[in-house]
């Protein structure tokens, strides 16, 4: 099992860039697979970027891109996601999850396929 911790959020005007941290609990990070989603205000939760195991692989939505970027340190038990050229369409609080039901390679899951989650961090966007 892992507890996961979210941090970074904020208030940013467009253009702008934040870095969100993930932090997890336990000895065996490096055995999930971790994604970011988000979920804006009426709209069901969605993916942003995932990564694999080891980090060697990453996905990313379209819609962030080339915005977005996700990393692992899994020395630290951390994951992170920096967004740069955030645009007001970005507002939504912000999870990280866990997988163990990915293949090694696999950077990207359904959302049933994360079993753990974080409590959420909000991310505003002003234009």
């Known amino acids: 099992q892992v507890q996961l911790v979210e941090s970074g959020g904020g208030l940013v005007q467009a253009g702008g860039s934040l870095r969100l941290s993930c932090a997890a609990s336990g000895r065996t990070f490096r055995s999930y697979a971790m994604a970011w989603f988000r979920q804006a205000p009426g709209r069901e939760r969605e993916f942003v970027s995932g990564i694999s195991l080891f980090g060697g692989n990453t996905y990313s939505s379209d819609s962030v891109k080339g915005r977005f970027t996700m990393s692992r340190d899994n020395a630290e038990n951390t994951v992170y996601l920096q967004m740069n050229s955030l645009k007001p369409e970005d507002t939504a609080v912000y999870y990280c999850?866990?997988?163990?039901?990915?293949?090694?390679?696999?950077?990207?899951?359904?959302?049933?396929?994360?079993?753990?989650w974080g409590q959420g961090t909000q991310v505003t966007v002003s234009s």
């Open positions: 999850a866990a997988s163990q039901r990915l293949s090694a390679r696999q950077a990207m899951g359904t959302r049933m396929e994360y079993d753990y």
